[in-house]
Antibody
């Protein structure tokens, strides 16, 4: 059973860089037709797709965040990471990592395994 | 960006009743690229429906999805106590992927 676990500081100061890591267990981050995504959710609000990365390092970012987002993957550690620079209070949210699996009968990827989420608060 | 608008915002129903949730897109979405997620309080979302109408692994058959173009529907045929949650649609057709704002199904 694949499991994902987010880790990183729960408090980040404004203008600094938010850094999170997602550790994947129960399967290799390099195997299969998977992308690895970050999704965030401000308290009491809806979900926002941040971006995704493939095991080769290929990325897709949400254009609204693209100038501040960097994702990377470490296959030796079975981890992928998110960096979001120049954060403000608007970046306060629960951040989820997820595995996107290719569903052949649909011809698209869907997020079928998620981490439990980690709350990141931006405050001085 | 494709905007997804879900209605109603809140649905108040009793266990055993039928729930019908709507998701309307600002432009046509390929049916293959529309999903529904369930989120319970304090938990991560769970994939229910992909490709607009296919149930994900382990999802009970009381959940069904339908629709095409700009109008999609999630139906829960008979609500069980564990079904009271927030439901989101998501499109994977255009970039960026976007979610609807959610429909809360609450106990009446």
């Amino acid at each position: 059973q694949v499991q994902l676990q987010e880790s990183g500081p729960g408090l980040v100061k404004p203008s600094q860089t938010l850094s999170l890591t997602c550790t994947v267990s129960g399967g290799s981050i390099s195997s299969g037709s998977y992308f690895w995504s970050w999704i965030r959710q401000p308290a009491g609000k809806g979900l926002e797709w941040v971006g995704r990365i493939y095991s080769t390092g290929s990325t897709n970012y949400n254009p609204s965040l693209k100038s501040r987002v960097t994702m990377s993957v470490d296959t030796s550690k079975n981890q992928f990471s998110l960096k979001l620079s120049s954060v403000t209070a608007a970046d306060t949210a629960v951040y989820y990592c997820a595995r996107d699996t290719y569903y052949h009968d649909s011809g698209s990827y869907y997020s079928d395994y998620w981490g439990q989420g980690t709350l990141v608060t931006v405050s001085s | 960006e494709i905007v997804l608008t879900q209605s109603p915002g809140t649905l108040s129903l009793s266990p055993g009743e039928r729930a019908t949730l709507s998701c309307r897109a600002s432009q046509s979405v390929s049916s293959n690229y529309l999903a529904w997620y369930q989120q319970k309080h304090g938990q991560a979302p769970r994939l229910l429906i992909y490709g607009a109408s296919s149930r994900a692994t382990g999802i009970p058959d009381r959940f069904s999805g339908s629709g095409s173009g700009t109008d999609f529907t999630l139906t829960i045929s008979r609500l069980e106590p564990e079904d009271f949650a927030v439901y989101y649609c998501q499109q994977y057709d255009g970039s960026p992927r976007t979610f609807g704002q959610g429909t809360k199904v609450e106990i009446k």
